[in-house]
């Protein structure tokens, strides 16, 4: 059952009715956003109501607005007249005929199809002492009453509006490929023998919060020791829109006690999960779109098809995981002469498909 969300403008003329707050992006399509509006005429004044869908993006916080600096660069928007009625209406879809119920004779339905080059909602996260809204891709649904629908010399005021923030988000696809995997022979002075080490993953797409199993094989035909197993994941963040700023952030560092002596072999799994739950200090870790009240996880792997405009994108995200061997020499100095053997395999975290809404709950 699902709840209704709802966001009554401040004179209470208006008020804004959604169904869901989160819409898939399907890869060739994305979810329509379906709502309602109900409108009291008696307090327009002759003045019309509207109602615009934007994805917009986020690059300061409020204060900087106070100094005449635009924080927020709209990629797309789109906007309807709600009241009076014109033209002709697609068909209503379940929501709506259940919406409408509950406004009567009052409400007005409307329909957004969102352009499926459109980015994911996605945020960086702020630091703990950081105030306002966070950096990033934000959808925001938005009625209004007003003579024009997008008039630069119309103010309008804000009791006049309500507003609801929903999301795009990906899904994982229905078929997951082979996991990737990868290997390397290292040699090391002095000494023409070779420490192998192979890595690989199940398959290449994995859940927000699922463990992650990752296969380690090591033949170790030196004399040397492998003193441990340290794995890594990174998150590689590129923000395109106001500058090109490209960096990366470990979201998981766990190291593992397994001894490998010289002229043995070792063959373990060893499961991992990145949360962000662990990460809630970094400042400008990217993670998925925020609803006010609502946690979030790791912000998605950027999916990007073929003829896609990259910069429409604002932000890229991507993962691998980092397999590596501390190999010491042993002895008294082994720690000092200790030398590294590394792999990296490419990762991909999405959300799965959310449950379909069969049906609605008014509160």
């Known amino acids: ?60 916080s409020d204060d900087l607005d106070l100094i005449g600096m635009n924080y927020r660069k709209d990629i797309w928007i789109k906007r309807q007249q709600i009241y009076p009625v014109v033209g002709t209406k697609p068909a209503n879809t379940p929501m709506q005929e259940a919406l409408l119920k509950k406004c009567e004779d009052q ?31 934000d959808y925001e649904v938005k009625a209004y009453i007003a003579n024009e629908a997008d008039d630069p010399d119309e103010k309008i005021n804000k009791k006049d509006t309500c507003r609801l923030i929903i999301r795009k988000i990906q899904f994982a696809p229905g078929t997951i490929p082979a996991g990737p995997q ?7 002075m002095m000494s023409d023998k070779l420490v192998h080490l192979e890595a690989s993953i199940e398959k290449e797409l994995y859940f927000h919060g699922d463990p992650i199993p990752v296969k380690v094989k ?47 072999t070792l063959e373990k799994t060893f499961t991992v999960i990145p ?24 912000a998605s ?9 990259k910069g429409m994108q604002g932000i ?12 010491s020499s042993g002895g008294l100095l082994g720690g000092l002469t200790a030398s590294d053997v590394g792999v990296e395999l490419p990762l991909v975290l999405m959300s799965p498909k959310p449950a379909d809404v069969t049906d609605i709950k008014f509160e």
């Open 275 to 298: 949360l962000l739950s662990n990460n809630k200090e970094k400042r400008g870790l990217a993670v998925d779109g925020r609803l006010k009240d609502e946690d979030t996880n790791l």
């Open 182 to 188: 990868a290997d390397i022979s290292k040699n090391f």
């Open 107 to 137: 409400g007005h339905a409307f329909t957004f199809n969102i352009d499926n080059n459109l980015p994911c909602s996605v945020g960086l996260q702020p630091a703990p002492e950081d105030v306002g809204k966070a950096c990033g891709v």
């Open 218 to 264: 090591i033949n170790n035909e030196t004399a040397k020791v492998v003193k441990k197993i340290k794995i890594t994941i990174d998150q590689t963040t590129e923000v395109l829109l106001y500058q090109t700023d490209k960096y990366t952030k470990t979201v998981l560092n766990e190291e593992f006690a397994e001894e490998v002596k010289g002229e043995s």
């Open 301 to 309: 792997t950027t999916l990007i098809r073929p003829g896609m405009d």
């Open 1 to 60: 059952m699902a709840k209704i969300y709802k966001k009554t403008s401040g004179n209470g003329s208006i008020a804004l009715y959604l169904g869901k707050r989160d819409f898939v992006d399907h890869v060739e399509t994305v979810d329509i956003v379906d709502g309602v509006v109900k409108v009291d005429p008696a307090e327009l004044e002759g003045r019309k109501v509207w109602v615009y869908l934007a994805c917009s993006f986020r690059y300061g």
């Open 316 to 327: 890229l995200v991507d993962y691998k995981i980092k397999v590596n061997l501390l190999v």
